[in-house]
Protein backbone atom coordinates (compact mmCIF):
# COMPACT_ATOMS: atom_id res chain seq x y z
CA UNK A 1 0.00 0.00 0.00
CA UNK A 2 0.75 3.43 -0.75
CA UNK A 3 -0.06 6.68 0.60
CA UNK A 4 0.72 9.84 -1.83
CA UNK A 5 -0.60 13.24 0.35
CA UNK A 6 -0.91 16.32 -1.14
CA UNK A 7 -2.36 19.84 -1.09
CA UNK A 8 -0.42 21.72 1.29
CA UNK A 9 1.37 25.24 1.11
CA UNK A 10 1.62 28.47 2.34
CA UNK A 11 -1.75 30.33 3.56
CA UNK A 12 -2.23 33.31 5.07
CA UNK A 13 -4.60 32.83 8.64
CA UNK A 14 -8.07 32.42 8.00
CA UNK A 15 -7.74 30.60 4.58
CA UNK A 16 -8.42 27.56 3.98
CA UNK A 17 -6.95 24.26 2.48
CA UNK A 18 -7.57 20.77 1.56
CA UNK A 19 -5.89 18.40 1.80
CA UNK A 20 -6.03 15.20 -0.26
CA UNK A 21 -4.48 11.73 0.41
CA UNK A 22 -4.51 9.01 -2.31
CA UNK A 23 -4.41 4.85 -1.42
CA UNK A 24 -2.74 2.69 -3.95
CA UNK A 25 -1.54 -0.90 -4.40
CA UNK A 26 -3.29 -3.59 -2.26
CA UNK A 27 -5.81 -1.08 -1.05
CA UNK A 28 -8.65 -3.97 -0.70
CA UNK A 29 -7.76 -4.14 2.97
CA UNK A 30 -8.07 -0.91 3.76
CA UNK A 31 -10.71 0.17 6.51
CA UNK A 32 -10.18 3.13 7.82
CA UNK A 33 -7.84 6.71 6.74
CA UNK A 34 -6.35 8.95 9.64
CA UNK A 35 -4.85 12.47 9.35
CA UNK A 36 -2.02 13.24 11.73
CA UNK A 37 0.43 16.18 12.09
CA UNK A 38 3.67 17.87 13.60
CA UNK A 39 4.45 20.86 14.11
CA UNK A 40 8.66 21.31 14.56
CA UNK A 41 9.55 20.19 18.25
CA UNK A 42 6.89 18.60 19.36
CA UNK A 43 4.52 15.42 19.18
CA UNK A 44 2.88 13.87 16.25
CA UNK A 45 -0.69 14.37 16.85
CA UNK A 46 -3.96 13.16 15.33
CA UNK A 47 -5.65 15.54 13.71
CA UNK A 48 -8.97 13.45 11.65
CA UNK A 49 -10.14 9.84 10.68
CA UNK A 50 -12.82 8.17 8.49
CA UNK A 51 -13.74 5.04 8.01
CA UNK A 52 -14.25 3.89 4.16
CA UNK A 53 -17.97 3.99 4.50
CA UNK A 54 -18.21 7.37 5.66
CA UNK A 55 -20.25 6.58 8.33
CA UNK A 56 -17.43 6.82 11.03
CA UNK A 57 -15.81 9.67 11.55
CA UNK A 58 -13.43 11.30 14.44
CA UNK A 59 -11.69 14.76 14.72
CA UNK A 60 -9.75 16.09 17.61
CA UNK A 61 -11.29 17.87 20.62
CA UNK A 62 -8.86 20.73 19.59
CA UNK A 63 -9.94 21.31 15.87
CA UNK A 64 -13.09 19.45 15.17
CA UNK A 65 -15.24 23.23 14.69
CA UNK A 66 -12.63 23.58 11.73
CA UNK A 67 -12.22 19.95 10.28
CA UNK A 68 -13.88 17.94 7.27
CA UNK A 69 -12.98 14.69 6.39
CA UNK A 70 -14.85 12.78 3.68
CA UNK A 71 -13.90 9.68 1.64
CA UNK A 72 -14.04 8.91 -2.18
CA UNK A 73 -14.25 5.23 -2.57
CA UNK A 74 -14.16 5.17 -6.25
CA UNK A 75 -11.16 7.22 -5.66
CA UNK A 76 -9.37 5.96 -2.45
CA UNK A 77 -8.98 8.48 -2.13
CA UNK A 78 -9.73 10.87 1.36
CA UNK A 79 -9.93 14.89 1.95
CA UNK A 80 -9.18 16.88 4.81
CA UNK A 81 -11.05 20.41 4.53
CA UNK A 82 -9.28 22.61 7.23
CA UNK A 83 -11.01 26.44 7.61
CA UNK A 84 -9.56 28.88 9.22
CA UNK A 85 -6.23 28.17 9.61
CA UNK A 86 -3.92 29.99 12.14
CA UNK A 87 -0.03 30.07 12.45
CA UNK A 88 -0.02 27.18 15.13
CA UNK A 89 -2.04 25.40 12.52
CA UNK A 90 1.91 25.04 10.93
CA UNK A 91 2.83 21.15 10.74
CA UNK A 92 3.12 18.65 8.39
CA UNK A 93 0.73 16.99 7.70
CA UNK A 94 0.57 13.03 7.21
CA UNK A 95 -1.80 10.43 6.27
CA UNK A 96 -2.36 7.04 7.22
CA UNK A 97 -4.22 3.91 6.48
CA UNK A 98 -4.78 0.60 7.96
CA UNK A 99 -7.70 -2.20 8.27
CA UNK A 100 -8.86 -0.04 10.91
CA UNK A 101 -9.83 3.24 11.72
CA UNK A 102 -8.31 4.68 14.73
CA UNK A 103 -7.20 7.84 16.67
CA UNK A 104 -3.54 6.39 17.67
CA UNK A 105 -0.66 6.64 15.27
CA UNK A 106 0.01 3.14 16.18
CA UNK A 107 -3.12 1.79 14.95
CA UNK A 108 -1.82 2.73 11.60
CA UNK A 109 0.29 0.64 9.50
CA UNK A 110 0.95 2.47 6.34
CA UNK A 111 1.76 6.37 6.10
CA UNK A 112 2.04 8.92 3.39
CA UNK A 113 5.07 11.23 2.73
CA UNK A 114 3.46 14.01 4.75
CA UNK A 115 2.41 17.63 3.06
CA UNK A 116 3.50 20.51 4.82
CA UNK A 117 1.37 23.16 5.44
CA UNK A 118 2.78 26.78 6.55
CA UNK A 119 0.24 29.38 7.93
CA UNK A 120 1.33 32.88 7.82
CA UNK A 121 -0.02 35.71 10.17
Known amino acids: VQLQASGGGLVQAGSSLRLSCAAS????????MGWFRQAPGKEREFVAA????????YYSDSLKDRLTITYDNAKITTYLQIDSLKPENTAVYYC???????????????WGQGTQVTVSS
Open 96 to 110: AADSRVGVHAWEYTY
Open 25 to 32: GHTVMLYG
Open 50 to 57: IGRSGGTT
